[in-house]
């Protein structure tokens, strides 16, 4: 069963503009982590923010944490052609160990 | 310093046929793990491993068999193929659990059952 709900499906921009993908989980976590998929390649990871954790930056990705609303985003800045992509969140099952649960992602189109 | 290196690539079985999927991790990971992907469906588990000569179920196990036999190698057995078999297959391995350390994945294999 799928921990992470990604929202929205999918999404189109243009270069310059920011990008904002929302994640819902249903159960208490200790992380959430947020990886990218190029087509026809493997996952990436981007981020990993902990449960104590509000808000965490690297480049130009911003993620934030909400417990309370069970809640994640990613936020692309300025977004660029090399950004299009699928963006999954991730989270610890409760069930296989601590394995990863996988959203069905967000597809981001950045056209130039 | 390859990372995660699966194979084949690609393969096309015919039903009832059997095939090994082979990954290999050259960063000493522990943990070690299968994953495939489907159109709407995002990335479900199908086995994992915590170590050397343990394996244990995911999500979705049935119809596929795992080992561990060294800690580098992990390797995904499909005894009878089965067309619901049709996916992408991704090796994925961690230093250790995920609560402190991301995945680093493998490129994937694209299976076919006919």
């Known amino acids: 069963s799928q921990q992470g709900e990604e929202d929205p499906q999918a999404l189109s921009i243009q270069e310059g503009e920011n990008a904002t993908m929302n994640c819902s989980y249903k159960t208490s976590i200790n992380n959430l982590q947020w990886y990218r998929q190029n087509s026809g390649r493997g996952l990436v990871h981007l981020i990993l923010i902990r449960s104590n954790e509000r808000e965490k930056h690297s480049g130009r990705l911003r993620v934030t944490l909400d417990t309370s609303k069970k809640s994640s985003s990613l936020l692309i800045t300025a977004s660029r052609a090399a950004d299009t992509a699928s963006y999954f969140c991730?989270?610890?099952?409760?069930?296989?160990?601590?394995?990863?649960?996988f959203g069905k992602g967000t597809t981001l189109s950045v056209s130039s | 310093n390859a990372g995660v290196t699966q194979t084949p690539k690609f393969r096309v079985l015919k039903t009832g046929q059997s095939m090994t999927l082979l990954c290999a991790q050259d960063?000493?990971?522990?943990?070690m793990y299968w994953y495939r992907q489907d159109p709407g469906m995002g990335l479900r588990l199908i086995h994992y491993s915590v170590g050397e000569g343990t394996t244990a179920k995911g999500e979705v196990p049935d119809g596929y068999n795992v080992s561990r036999l060294k800690k580098q190698n992990f390797l995904l057995g499909l005894e009878s193929a089965a067309p619901s078999q049709t996916s992408v297959y991704f090796c994925?391995?961690?230093?250790?659990?995920?609560?402190?350390?991301?995945?680093?994945f493998g490129s994937g294999t694209r299976l076919t059952v006919v």
């Open positions: 994925a391995s961690s230093y250790r659990g995920s609560s402190n350390y991301g995945y680093t």
């Open positions: 960063m000493n990971h522990e943990y």
């Open positions: 991730a989270t610890p099952s409760n069930q296989a160990g601590t394995a990863l649960i």
